[in-house]
């Protein structure tokens, strides 16, 4: 394994390791599911708010934020 071969593979581990961390976190919710959406007032469903846990927005509203990023 020559130099390129080496910094191939600690730069391959370093990324996988920053995704799991990247991932570990958005899991982490840092406030309880709202009942109702944050920006239109309609309803979460229960089923949205266990599925994601922390989610202020209902899947309307995030798909249209998402769009929008």
């Known amino acids: 394994m020559d130099d390129i071969d080496r910094a191939q593979a600690l730069e ?3 990324r996988q390791e920053a995704l799991a961390r990247f991932v570990s ?3 982490k919710p ?3 599911s709202l009942t109702h959406c ?3 007032g309609e309803p979460i469903p229960e089923v949205r708010r266990l599925a ?3 989610c202020r927005l ?3 509203c995030q798909a249209q934020r998402e769009a929008t990023l």
Do not use: I
């Open 38 to 40: 944050a920006a239109c």
């Open 52 to 54: 994601v846990p922390g």
């Open 12 to 14: 391959t581990r370093q």
């Open 58 to 60: 209902c899947v309307g």
């Open 25 to 27: 976190a958005r899991r």
């Open 30 to 32: 840092t406030s309880p």
